[in-house]
């Protein structure tokens, strides 16, 4: 029996309802911070509660054949891992289930993550971020829609997929605790898990953006990324900036001339040539069709203040959307050494620290680029300050292999059926290390990245929102894609 695709729409939605968003608030609750956010994981436990929680919902799924287990090596965040033998919704008997159950099956590899970024401030009047709050179909608080929601969905989907008569492949499903701190635990998960893994034909990930909330939106390639640490450090203390100022220099100063050697301070271009790439043509006929068609609404959701806008003008809209794709850029995240300003003294400071993110364009190599970064900061310190470079860590982006036919067919047609608008695909800014690490060890699979991370969605800030009705339809459409790859 072919899978019906209203079924398939009404029984998520109902799912949705009905289980997965009250579970969703319970765990909104959790201050389940990353663990590079709160070195003392293990201890307050938050991790391990959502961990559990998860398991706990998943173990009572109707889902044919599924086991799960929390997987916990040691100092490590816990992973929750299921599996789901292949099924056939046109026998007639739950034998179907249990064929091909082995990891030397065709597999599907269903990922996502459950811990948080930090709460933030400037969260609106009533919302919070461990307060879930829904109004006006969007569910506020941290963590909902950057991923705790992906665990929940793919089993809702493999459900559908049983429940409704139809088919889909081998499934594993692995959702890890580490990955708003760069996945430092996801890789020795990987190895462990290697033989129950198998080879995917197919890597299904959630954690990904959407353009609007009117269709599926697919994820093509993702930017590195380089975190680095420069220090300058001028005095062994500090001394009064009335006797001292005009003769010994400012570790500001130094500080700020040294980032000049690496981006443009009145365009934000950056100055490293290793640091850059060329769009390949298939890629920018993607983002040339989504700026004819959308124009600048992708890049037009940013809470800009009064008189401020974009580096790029909305007239040019496909330049934007390179831009926050396809081209390195630094960010200061933050500072050492900078007392608050209320209680900020006369004196000059001894030293500088600055926290540096650079986002790489997918296909340049990290490694290169951090060495390359490191050179030109520390090369001939003015005034000979003392400066130390520390590259914090060096993550690669990932450009998809070429869709294949039958996912590109399938992608539109549950689109489609889930949203009434065919799906639309695009890079993305972001860097989630887990799909590099995946492209490298199994190239020959195909990738589905998609995700909730609509406007205004504010991932990482205040007032973080999950768009329910985009994530019941996302839903449905990735059961279809499993009933699509199983029959493909």
């Known amino acids: 029996m072919a899978l019906e695709p209203n079924a398939v729409v009404a029984r998520t939605r109902a799912a949705w309802d009905d289980d997965i968003q009250p579970t969703l608030e ?3 609750r959790v201050p389940a911070l990353s663990s590079a956010f709160d070195p003392g994981w293990a201890e307050h ?4 509660a959502v961990v559990d929680s998860a398991a706990a919902w998943a173990a009572r799924r109707a889902i044919a054949g599924l086991s799960v287990e929390v997987v916990r090596l040691p100092d490590r965040t816990p992973v929750l891992w299921f599996e789901v033998p292949a099924f ?18 065709d597999t599907v590899l269903l990922y996502g993550h459950l811990d948080k970024q930090p709460p933030m401030h400037g969260w609106r009047d009533g919302l919070g971020p461990w307060t879930p709050v829904v109004v006006e179909d969007r569910l506020y608080g941290r963590g909902g829609a950057d991923d705790g929601y992906a665990a929940y969905a793919s089993l809702t989907a493999i459900e559908a997929v049983q429940a409704d008569g139809g088919t889909h492949a081998r499934c594993v499903g692995l959702i890890e605790c580490s990955e708003e701190s ?6 020795a998960y990987v190895s462990h898990l290697a033989d129950r893994i198998g080879s995917p034909s197919l890597v299904v990930c959630l954690d990904s953006f959407c353009g609007d909330y ?16 420069v220090e300058v450090r001028v005095l062994h203390e500090g001394v009064h900036s009335g006797s001292a100022s005009g003769v010994v220099p400012d570790s500001f100063r130094i500080a700020r001339r040294l980032l000049d050697r690496v981006e443009d301070p009145d365009t934000g271009r950056v100055l490293v040539d290793e640091l850059w790439a060329d769009v390949p043509p298939g890629r920018q006929a993607e983002i040339d069709a989504v700026a004819a068609d959308l124009g600048a609404a992708l890049t037009s959701s940013y809470p800009y203040v009064d008189g401020a806008g974009p580096t790029i003008p909305p007239a040019e809209a496909a330049a934007q959307l390179t831009a926050k794709t396809w081209e390195p850029t630094l960010t200061v995240i933050g500072a050492d050494g900078l007392p608050p300003s209320q209680t900020a003294g006369n004196v000059l400071r001894p030293s500088t620290t600055l926290a540096l993110s650079f986002r790489l364009p997918p296909t340049v190599d990290a490694l290169d680029a951090a060495r390359a970064v490191e050179r030109v900061l520390a090369a001939d310190p003015p005034h000979g300050a003392a ?14 292999p070429a869709t294949a036919d039958w996912l590109a067919d399938a992608m ?17 800014g972001g860097s989630i290390p887990f799909m590099g690490m995946l492209g490298r060890r199994f190239p020959h699979a195909q990738f589905l990245l998609t995700g909730v991370l609509g406007p205004h969605s504010n991932a990482h800030g205040p007032n973080e929102f999950l768009h329910l009705p985009t994530a019941q339809k996302l839903t449905a459409a990735v059961a279809l ?6 029959t493909r």
């Open 412 to 428: 539109r047609a549950a689109s489609e059926a889930t949203f009434g608008q065919s799906a639309r695909s695009l890079g993305e």
């Open 481 to 486: 894609v499993l009933d699509a790859h199983a």
């Open 387 to 400: 400066v130390t470079v520390r590259i914090d860590s060096a993550e690669g982006g990932w450009d998809a």
């Open 88 to 105: 056939d919704g046109a026998a007639a008997s739950t034998d179907a289930a249990s064929t091909d159950a082995g990891a030397d099956a």
């Open 26 to 28: 319970d765990y909104i």
């Open 214 to 229: 009117e269709r599926m939106w697919t994820t093509t390639s993702l930017r590195g990324l380089l975190s680095a640490t």
């Open 182 to 187: 760069g996945s430092p635990d996801l890789p």
């Open 45 to 48: 436990g938050h991790l391990d």
